[in-house]
């Protein structure tokens, strides 16, 4: 390729990108065009130690099936030296306005991806490399990419390594493959009155296309690590290969020479890199910061169900020993009235008072009573439940829905709760949605309820707007309370009474 066919190339690319911006509204953002190639292998060469050079050769893949080449690689004491050669290489735009120049890598046999240098096509579109690496065993493949300071190849993969029959070296039996590289998009969004540096005409001398090249991938690198939130997550380093991105635009149009062009512009091109990758793990150090305070958060949670529900069973034994007690009593009194039927009657009683007698104990009642108590102490281990006459209620506050949604985190307690329901079988279920997102709230509980083996036929669900408040709607607060959801869970086997209630019978007393 001569010298005015890749400045036509780099035009090209400039007038895509002002169209870009020409298609968006005002602060909207360009579509983002990737290029992914079918899946490959390379193999991997463990070059002999200090036994001589040896040659291997490139291939070109489907995305550029002319081109070729092919190096000299020597194994030698702490390096490995390779001299590689490469032609028909078009310019990289052809696979989009973000790709500005090639990149050599090598594979280790695991799958790991090394940058061994950049790939620049000279005339005629023939390139010639010569580095080095501390690897012993690799592979190499060459991609288009958007800087030559990136860390991770792109999806475009143009040439790869493939031995020759006399390549010196053993063929690693694990062969590297691209999906193992861990590749990181490097990609940006063209914002809407983003200025584009101008570009000189066809006429510019090789040096001063090179460094319009070198800085474009500059300008490639800041865009890309303002597009990972460098400015929010790596302000400090973000800043300066802005500045150094603009020194190297100013050195160019000051007429400041090749070398110190792409020396500046290669410097932003890696800082911009640097605050990429910085800004890249630290989102992601923040979001498991996040994470984490939300699994703290759900925990607490978890810790204060657990002592609701030993406040729940202090209030259990509270109500037993009052049952014993009661239970005494009443031997007592049977005991007294035996004995006040084996002495003579006694006289006349005054008029008639009328007094409560509780009625003798029923086993069936009692038994009921056992169950109810059962139920609401099960239920109350995952949410909070009382024992009201109209059944065992299970609350859901408004903390526990996002909207008419039931919060995730709550899907656990809902799941347990509804185990325990499916261990009674022939109650029945009431879902009352109260205030805001009435009708909706309860419904989206009983759908739980029922994908968690509560059969639909025993819950219904019901809204009730504000027909029941158990609070003043006068205060924040209030209206907090009121809006809650409430299981109500009744039939014959858990009885019609509380179990802390009991009935009693008038008669008139002698």
């Known amino acids: 390729m ?208 090179q460094s319009l090249v070198e800085i474009y991938e500059a300008q490639n690198a800041v865009n890309m690590a303002q597009s990972a939130d460098a400015a929010r997550f790596a302000p400090d380093v973000f800043a300066k290969a802005q500045g150094q991105l603009q020194d190297a635009r100013t050195a160019y149009y000051s007429k400041a020479g090749m070398t110190t062009v792409v020396t500046l512009a290669r410097e932003a091109a890696q800082t911009a890199e640097d605050a990429r990758t910085l800004a890249t793990e630290r989102r992601r150090n923040d979001e498991l910061a996040k994470a984490k305070e939300q699994a703290a958060q759900a925990e607490a949670l978890r810790t204060q169900a657990e002592a609701a529900a030993q406040t729940a069973q202090t209030q259990a034994a509270a109500a037993q020993a009052l049952l014993d007690q009661e239970r005494a009593a009443r031997q007592q009194a049977e005991a007294q009235a035996q004995a006040a039927m084996a002495t003579p009657p006694p006289p006349p009683p005054p008029p008639a008072q009328v007094t409560y007698v509780a009625p003798p104990p029923d086993a069936a009642a009692e038994s009921k009573k056992q169950v109810r108590f059962q139920l609401l102490e099960q239920c109350n281990a995952s949410l909070p439940a009382r024992d009201t006459p109209r059944g065992v209620t299970v609350t859901l506050a408004d903390s526990d829905f996002r909207g008419a949604s039931v919060s995730p985190s709550v899907d656990d307690r809902l799941a347990a709760v509804a185990s325990v329901l499916r261990r009674y079988p022939g109650l029945t279920v009431e879902v009352d949605g109260n205030e805001a997102y009435s009708s909706e709230r309860a419904e989206a509980v009983r759908e739980i309820l029922i994908q968690d083996g509560v059969p639909d036929s025993a819950i219904v669900a019901r809204g009730l707007g504000d027909s029941r408040p158990i609070a003043s709607n006068a205060t924040a607060a209030g209206r907090q309370e009121n809006q809650r959801v409430e299981i109500i869970v009744s039939g014959d086997l858990i009885g019609d009474m509380p179990y802390w209630a009991k009935s009693y019978t008038l008669i008139p007393s002698r």
């Open 2 to 209: 001569n010298r005015n066919l890749l400045i036509s190339s780099i035009l090209l690319m400039v007038a895509s990108i002002a169209w870009a911006q020409s298609q968006i509204p005002p602060g909207g953002t360009a579509p983002i065009y990737t290029v992914t190639v079918v899946d490959r292998t390379v193999s991997a060469v463990d070059y002999q130690y200090r036994n001589g050079p040896t040659q291997i050769d490139f291939r070109g893949t489907v995305l550029l099936p002319g081109a070729g080449g092919g190096a000299i690689v020597e194994s030698k004491t702490g390096r490995t030296e390779i001299d590689a050669h490469f032609d028909h290489l078009p310019a990289p735009t052809r696979y989009g306005p973000e790709y500005l120049t090639y990149v050599l890598w090598a594979l280790t046999p695991d799958g790991h991806a090394r940058n061994l240098g950049e790939v620049l096509p000279g005339h005629a579109d023939k390139a010639n490399l010569r580095v080095t690496t501390d690897l012993q065993a690799f592979g190499m493949i060459v991609t288009a990419e958007p800087y030559a300071a990136v860390r991770r190849p792109s999806s475009v993969v143009v040439m790869e390594n493939e031995p020759r029959p006399d390549t010196i070296g053993n063929r690693e039996p694990i062969q590297a493959k691209y999906e193992l590289l861990n590749r990181v998009p490097y990609t940006y969004n063209v914002q809407a009155g983003e200025a584009i540096a101008a570009a000189p005409g066809p006429s510019v001398s090789m040096s001063q296309y």
